[in-house]
Nanobody
């Protein structure tokens, strides 16, 4: 079984920064793509950023130039550096990871961490 533990959310003022972390633990032989999603109240969950096994990255248009996704293979971790935060960034942020324990890749979700940006 694989667990994803997130940390780093909180309350910040407009223009501030936060760094989200997500660490995978358990039986892991390989990790493929790692992602951050977010879900604001009353809205659908949306993909914020993705980093592939070859370290290619892609971002939601509204966060380009402000957010940076990265990964640490030694720690099975994925991070989201969020700068110049806006009230519209307020949401619960979830990490999402493709992990192979023995034979095939499976998709896992973190528990979510709240990010609140005050105006």
């Amino acid at each position: 079984q694989v667990q994803l533990v997130e940390s780093g959310g909180g309350l910040v003022q407009t223009g501030g920064s936060l760094r989200l972390s997500c660490a995978a633990s358990g039986t892991i032989s390989s990790i493929n793509s790692m992602r951050w999603y977010r879900q604001a109240p009353g809205k659908q969950r949306e993909l914020v950023a993705i980093i592939t096994s070859s370290n290619s990255t892609s971002y939601l248009d509204s966060v380009k130039g402000r957010f940076t996704i990265s990964r640490d293979r030694a720690k099975n971790g994925v991070y989201l550096q969020m700068n110049s935060l806006k009230p519209d960034d307020t949401a619960v942020y979830y990490c999402n990871v493709d992990v192979k324990a023995y034979f095939r890749f499976q998709n896992y979700w973190g528990q979510g961490t709240q990010v609140t940006v005050s105006s």
